[in-house]
């Protein structure tokens, strides 16, 4: 595990805001990621999703003609992240779900800010939608940047009156743009080999910019969630933004919302990447998996 976390502390320097430019961050990410090997028999198939690039990945135990579908939203601080940085991630998740999941590459800042990557993620559903999917077979899920991305959704989702998908999963969500004040950015600074205060607040100027008045949407967490479907929420328990997890489970319950949260011993940010080597990522995913046939299948 030390060797890991050496790794990941190698790679934060790598993808310091402070440090390197947004091309070397996506460039470097990516050549990392196309890396990792797929379980054996997965299916990638490029697609367009009205004029977003996006993949279906299709585990080899999906059956033929299953129209139960993941709709995944990647991380990356809403300026990175890609088809290409989360195949594996969205392999291992179809595999364990035993469903297809659509990886859909929203617009990212600061070339395109608030609120391209919201209104692509309503693009993606409804395209889902007018493709003949049931949103009864729909899951909504994405990590960090995408897991925020996700909840999102589903209060816009709700709150312009279309049917709600069947359930949504969360890792490590970012689910406060604007105010910051977790305690988790203090307590957990030191232990949270990739992410940080400083990062975050970059990376939230990238999307919303410098105006003072910020749409209440980008703090969802500070919403009313009532209505929303059945939620997963999975955070390391060594993360700056374990309070975004633990604040957005606990309102969410306040709200009458059905939500699980899990809290995951001494992991970091989206230790899900390393499920090939960390036995904790599988459990993880696994529990993912059996969410999503809980609710769709």
């Not at 934060?12 to 440090?19: C, P, R, S, Y």
């Not at 990945?57 to 990175?80: K, M």
């Not at 205060?197 to 703090?219: E, Q, R």
């Given at each position: 595990m030390s060797s890991i976390r050496d790794y990941l502390s190698a790679m934060?320097?790598?993808?310091?805001?402070?440090?390197n430019t947004i091309e070397q961050i996506r460039r470097e990410w990516t050549a990392v990621a196309i890396r990792a090997e797929l379980p054996s028999g997965t299916t990638v198939d490029k697609?367009?999703?009205?004029?977003?690039?996006?993949?279906?990945?299709?585990?080899?135990?999906?059956?033929?003609?299953?129209?139960?579908?993941?709709?995944?939203?990647?991380?990356?601080?809403?300026?990175?992240?890609?088809?290409?940085t989360h195949r594996a991630l969205a392999a291992n998740l179809s595999a364990a779900s035993a469903v297809r999941v659509l990886v859909v590459e929203y617009r990212l800042a600061p070339e395109h800010k608030y609120p391209s990557a919201n209104d692509d993620a309503i693009i993606a559903y409804s395209w889902l939608i007018e493709s003949g999917i049931s949103p009864k077979n729909i899951v909504i899920g994405g990590d960090s940047a995408g897991g925020g991305l996700t909840l999102m959704t589903l209060l816009s989702l709700r709150d312009?009156?279309?049917?709600?998908?069947?359930?949504?999963?969360?890792?490590?969500?970012?689910?406060?743009?604007?105010?910051?004040?977790?305690?988790?950015?203090?307590?957990?600074?030191?232990?949270?080999?990739?992410?940080?205060?400083?990062?975050?607040?970059?990376?939230?100027?990238?999307?919303?910019?410098?105006?003072?008045?910020?749409?209440?949407?980008?703090?969802?967490?500070?919403?009313?969630?009532?209505?929303?479907?059945?939620?997963?929420?999975?955070?390391?328990d060594h993360e700056v933004l374990l309070n975004d997890s633990t604040r957005l489970a606990t309102r969410a319950q306040e709200a009458g919302v059905d939500v699980t949260l899990e809290v995951w011993d001494n992991m970091w940010h989206l230790f899900h990447a390393f499920a090939a080597i960390v036995p904790e990522a599988q459990q993880a995913i696994n529990n993912i998996g059996k969410f999503v046939q809980k609710h769709v299948g």
């Open positions: 934060k320097d790598k993808f310091d805001l402070e440090k697609v367009m999703v009205n004029n977003l690039p996006a993949e279906w990945v299709t585990a080899a135990n999906v059956p033929d003609g299953n129209e139960q579908v993941i709709l995944y939203f990647h991380g990356g601080g809403f300026y990175s992240g890609s088809c290409d312009a009156g279309y049917q709600l998908p069947a359930a949504a999963f969360m890792l490590s969500p970012w689910a406060d743009l604007i105010n910051f004040d977790g305690e988790s950015y203090a307590s957990r600074a030191e232990l949270d080999p990739l992410c940080s205060l400083s990062g975050c607040k970059i990376s939230a100027d990238y999307y919303i910019g410098n105006s003072d008045i910020k749409p209440p949407i980008l703090s969802p967490i500070s919403q009313n969630l009532a209505g929303l479907p059945s939620l997963l929420i999975q955070v390391g």
